[in-house]
């Protein structure tokens, strides 16, 4: 019986260090809001400004690309690419560089979704919605597909 008990004391230690660490590989590492971000085309929906919200309907999008801290995509009109940086939910866009044509009736549109995106410096993303503010304002809204 005695020897019956100490096999018993060892399964369960055993059992129990084995649940331990497979437990500690199941669960989920703390997820990173970075990786919402990438592998996703991110469209312009709203522009948030003094003047009220403004629906956006353009071609309007954002990438972002994790191997070269990049992001880019389209004003509405004009193809941008920009270097970003960012930790935790900030977020900032330096070197923001576009094409230079003219649209009308969407231009107005561009020059202020790349006026708002340099002055960007937080982000949240919130199930398929990606939302970009200047620190409380909330300037762009996005979302996936």
Request: hydrophobic share 40%; charged share 25%; aromatic share 14%.
């Amino acid at each position: 019986m005695f020897k019956k008990t100490n096999n018993m004391k060892l399964i369960t230690f055993i059992s129990a260090g084995v649940f331990i660490v497979l437990s500690a590989f199941i669960m989920k590492k703390e997820h990173s809001p970075w990786q919402s971000l990438y592998d996703v085309k991110w469209s312009l929906k709203k522009i948030y400004t003094t003047n009220g919200v403004e629906e956006v309907s353009t071609k309007a999008f954002i990438k972002f690309h994790r191997e070269n801290k990049s992001a880019g995509g389209n004003g509405s009109c004009n193809s941008f690419g920009s270097n970003f940086t960012g930790k935790d939910n900030t977020v900032s866009f330096r070197n923001i560089f576009c094409t230079k044509m003219y649209w009308e009736g969407v231009q107005e549109t561009e020059n202020t979704f790349f006026k708002l995106l340099g002055i960007v410096n937080r982000f949240e993303v919130k199930e398929k919605t990606l939302l970009l503010y200047q620190d409380k304002e909330l300037l762009l809204e996005f979302a996936s597909e």
